[in-house]
């Protein structure tokens, strides 16, 4: 069964702290791994994405791996800022026959960001 | 404003009504979809259209209705609520639905069902 597993649940940490947020999945065929960034009452906003053959990829504070043999992703935060609290969302593509990738969503890492 | 948008932002409806949540986005892109988003789950696709008059099923169907005759809007209908389909609900779209294509999300419409 296609599954995508996020920890912590739940995350606090000091303005300012660094954090690193974990993704586990068993999805075949893979095709991408995505991070998205959902604010509260608004919908999810692409950080990364990540094919098979990148390891590492930045966009600003964030910095994302993927290990795609041991099928683990991190989303690491640097110096974060109160507006980094949000819902932090892993998602991976898989690639079916025809057209349409199935994007498979985790349940999420709720960051909260305290002064 | 450019982007992809929702109407309404919440609506509280009754069992049994039939209800309308609207997306409309301004990309003309080819895809869009339907999404609810529950506690302890991830966002679980109920449809997608690939274009204009082509719509599917995806894993959470039932219940729902959807039409696409502009490539702009993408309306889902709960053609008798239930409060199983109390949820959050956000539309996307994207150029194609391809392996490298990023999906824009709008802002979600919170329905409850009483």
């Known amino acids: 069964k296609n599954q995508v597993e996020q920890s912590p649940q739940s995350l606090i940490i000091l303005e300012g702290k660094n954090c690193t947020l974990q993704c586990n999945y068993t999805v075949s065929p893979f095709s991408n791994l995505r991070w998205y960034k959902q604010d509260t009452g608004r919908g999810p906003v692409s950080l990364t994405i990540?094919?098979?053959?990148?390891n590492t990829k930045s966009n600003g504070r964030y910095t994302a791996t993927l290990d795609a043999d041991t099928k683990q992703s991190s989303l690491h935060i640097t110096a974060s800022q109160l507006s980094d609290s949000a819902s932090y969302i892993c998602v991976v593509s898989a690639r079916y026959g025809g057209a349409t990738n199935k994007l498979i969503f985790g349940t999420g890492t709720l960051l909260a960001v305290q002064p | 404003d450019a982007g992809i948008t929702q109407s309404p932002r919440y609506k509280i409806t009754e069992t049994g009504r039939q209800v309308t949540l609207m997306c409309h986005q301004t990309w003309s892109h080819s895809y869009m979809f339907w999404y609810r988003q529950d506690l302890g789950h991830g966002l679980r696709l109920i449809y997608y259209s690939a274009a204009a008059d082509i719509t599917d099923k995806g894993e959470v169907p039932d219940g729902y209705v959807v039409s696409r005759s502009k490539t702009e809007n993408f309306p889902l209908t709960l053609e008798s609520a239930t409060r199983s389909q109390t949820s959050v609900y956000f539309c996307?779209?994207?150029?194609?639905?391809?392996?490298?294509?990023?999906?824009?999300f709008g802002q979600g419409t919170r329905l409850t069902v009483v």
């Open positions: 996307a779209s994207s150029e194609s639905g391809g392996w490298n294509t990023e999906a824009f």
């Open positions: 990540m094919t098979f053959s990148e």
